[in-house]
């Protein structure tokens, strides 16, 4: 397929991409081309893809069943970050896995790799990338760099040449990083750089690279952290200053070191299979075994979330009469820090209305919130507990860095029934985002 082919099906390529590098983001596929050549390298198919081949793989399948389907591959590679390829040359296919996963699945135009044909294309590719660095390209760097890394596209692996254009690619470089701020929450690399665009025009540059290249994601405490390598560092501090969903963390002049650990960092997003509203996980069965009622202030859409390591989260409610039942709660919020939940129970306490008395307490276990996408975490307690006209409950997280719940909050009706606290302190602080937190009380029915 030639370049006029490839425009006419998938369209004009986008805006940062380069003679030899087509991308079209939002399809999910880029193209490699030979320099100076028309006819096509490679073509991409990214995560988010929706395609899949004939034999039914596809991309976030299962890595396992590349080999169970083509064998034994004529190549292998493994970064250091645990991502592996597995190429089919005979085959014209190449996949790579990360977390037992299928993350990207390339094809190109197959051949019967030989010693003799290898070192001949190594070679070809040498002379052409080495001209075009030396006259300034600095993408002609980063593929002479990669290819003497990693023993690629025909070249042998030399440390010492890739050090030599290692050094050239941080030179005047620079990482950005930055977090979501304001309410912003993206969940998948996509809404975050679609957010980024939204104040900035920086990208990169068909010879440089630019205002704005190699976007990263990492995921922190249920937070997704963004990042960029910029050549023009106080252009990037001003977009994300200029971008009131973007906080800025720190801009920091990149070292090797850094750099080859940045670019085998993979994209992350918040946990994928958290899409749902209601999670279905209880901590027991429902103590009333019959129907409930809630008491509730929210209106069951979240406006942002709070999580606080040195205190809890406190919430009044009053009944219609002069006592009731509660048989349990339900909090919306997710769970941050490590991938597997600490395996101990957090503490409900339920309060007088003066605060004064604890009535009764429960514990519940962390396993039942997940991290990413904030959702319903249903409580359900032991037994049911007779509870006054007005009663606090009150959650005790034992928050700290690496561990702890972020609990949704809902600005419709105020924050007057909301604090933040627990048992014993003299006076515990109002709510600083003028709303209450989501959770609501779980009663059950009279007899």
Not at 364 to 377: D, I, N, S, T
Request: aromatic share 12%; charged share 25%.
């Amino acid at each position: 397929m030639s370049r006029e082919a490839l425009l006419k099906a998938l369209g004009q390529p986008d805006g940062d991409s380069t003679p030899d590098w087509f991308k079209w983001k939002q399809k999910r596929i880029e193209c490699t081309f030979y320099p100076g050549a028309t006819g096509i390298c490679e073509i991409r198919f990214n995560a988010g893809f929706p395609g899949a081949l004939a034999n039914g793989l596809k991309l976030g399948g299962p890595a396992d069943q590349v080999q169970k389907l083509y064998g034994k591959p004529s190549f292998t590679m493994r970064r250091s970050n645990g991502a592996k390829e597995f190429e089919y040359s005979d085959k014209g296919i190449l996949f790579w896995t990360y977390r037992g996963k299928i993350t990207q699945i390339v094809v190109f135009k197959s051949y019967v790799p030989t010693k003799e044909a290898k070192r001949a294309s190594g070679n070809a590719f040498i002379e052409t990338q080495t001209r075009e660095a030396k006259a300034g390209n600095y993408w002609a760097k980063y593929r002479l760099w990669a290819a003497y890394q990693e023993g690629a596209i025909g070249v042998p692996k030399d440390p010492e040449q890739a050090k030599q254009w290692l050094g050239q690619l941080v030179e005047g470089a620079y990482l950005a990083t930055f977090r979501p701020t304001n309410g912003f929450n993206p969940h998948t690399p996509g809404e975050f750089l679609a957010e980024f665009g939204k104040h900035s025009n920086l990208m990169s540059e068909p010879k440089s690279v630019g205002g704005a290249s190699f976007f990263r994601t990492r995921a922190e405490n249920g937070v997704l952290i963004g990042s960029f390598i910029t050549a023009y560092p106080e252009k990037m501090r001003k977009a994300i200053g200029d971008n009131p969903s973007l906080k800025l963390i720190s801009i920091e002049k990149l070292t090797p070191e850094m750099f080859v650990r940045y670019v085998a960092s993979p994209q992350e997003s918040l946990d994928a299979e958290e899409k749902g509203e209601l999670d279905t996980a209880r901590a027991r069965e429902p103590a009333a075994g019959g129907k409930t009622t809630e008491l509730k202030y929210d209106d069951g859409k979240p406006d942002g979330k709070r999580s606080y390591g040195d205190s809890g989260e406190m919430i009044r409610f009053t009944l219609l009469g002069d006592a009731g039942k509660l048989a349990g709660i339900r909090i919306h919020g997710s769970r941050y820090g490590l991938p597997q939940p600490p395996r101990e129970d957090f503490l409900i306490y339920v309060l007088s209305s003066d605060m004064s008395q604890i009535l009764f307490t429960e514990k519940a276990p962390y396993k039942l919130f997940q991290r990413g996408r904030e959702k319903w975490v249903n409580v359900n307690f032991k037994s049911v507990h007779e509870v006054p006209k007005t009663f606090w409950i009150v959650l005790d997280f034992k928050a700290h860095q690496t561990k702890g719940v972020c609990v949704s909050y809902d600005t419709s009706t105020g924050g007057n029934h909301s604090k933040i606290g627990l048992p014993g302190e003299n006076k515990p602080r109002d709510v600083d985002f003028g709303g209450d937190w989501m959770i609501r009380a779980v009663l059950a029915a009279e007899p």
